[in-house]
T-cell receptor, first 117, second 112 residues
Framework: GAVVSQHPSWVICKSGTSVKIECRSLDFQATTMFWYRQFPKQSLMLMATSNEGSKATYEQGVEKDKFLINHASLTLSTLTVTSAHPEDSSFYIC?????????????FGNGTRLTVT | AQSVTQLGSHVSVSEGALVLLRCNYSSSVPPYLFWYVQYPNQGLQLLLKYTSAATLVKGINGFEAEFKKSETSFHLTKPSAHMSDAAEYFCAVTSGTYKYIFGTGTRLKVLA
């Protein structure tokens, strides 16, 4: 079945540094990918929509200069958390639709646990 | 606007007992509804989906859900709980785009 791979699974970084998270669609092409953020014991909140070959679309309240998204190919989207601070510590999950058609459900990566010290 | 309400942030059942996780939605257009399961520090795995076909939807691992328009509900059930079912469960709604609205989740605990 369709698989979305996310890397790394865990990352610890120091405050002020940047961290890149990769999201790959392994057996299908994804012109669109989605990035979610999940705080402890809370639901998933959509941060942005990553579009292959064009700018990402950010949800209201999400700082686009802080959360840089690049969708350079049909199988790879990256999220870079720039100048990370402890409040950026969270669980980040990417997803992609494997098939065209709105009733085709999203497939999710296994997430990245970011801890900023 | 769409929204999802999951009643009960924590549910405990005995092994072998019925599992019932509640989800109510609000949508001004015909909704697409999904149930996902999340194990600790992992992403979401699709359990089942409703996309305007049969109202009783069967999913993986013995789970099923029934779409009831009159009650705006999409409750998740499983006849007999297994220890491996312990996880977080999320209900999600969309109007046909990929902008899913997730509920706040229900943590299922299975007691031996």
């Amino acid at each position: 079945g369709a698989v979305v791979s996310q890397h790394p699974s865990w990352v610890i970084c120091k405050s002020g540094t940047s961290v890149k998270i990769e999201c790959r669609s392994l057996d299908f092409q994804a012109t669109t990918m989605f990035w979610y953020r999940q705080f402890p014991k809370q639901s998933l909140m959509l941060m942005a929509t990553s579009n292959e070959g064009s700018k990402a679309t950010y949800e209201q309240g999400v700082e686009k200069d802080k959360f840089l998204i690049n969708h350079a190919s049909l199988t790879l989207s990256t999220l870079t958390v720039t100048s990370a601070h402890p409040e950026d510590s969270s669980f980040y999950i990417c997803s992609a639709p494997p098939l065209i058609g709105s009733d085709s459900p999203l497939h999710f990566g296994n997430g990245t646990r970011l801890t900023v010290t | 606007a769409q929204s999802v309400t999951q009643l009960g942030s924590h549910v405990s059942v005995s092994e072998g007992a019925l599992v019932l996780l509640r989800c109510n939605y609000s949508s001004s257009v015909p909704p697409y509804l999904f149930w996902y399961v999340q194990y600790p520090n992992q992403g979401l795995q699709l359990l089942l989906k409703y996309t305007s076909a049969a109202t009783l939807v069967k999913g993986i691992n013995g789970f099923e859900a029934e779409f009831k328009k009159s009650e705006t509900s999409f409750h998740l059930t499983k006849p007999s709980a297994h220890m491996s079912d312990a996880a977080e469960y999320f209900c999600a709604v969309t109007s046909g785009t990929y902008k899913y609205i997730f509920g706040t989740g229900t943590r299922l605990k299975v007691l031996a």
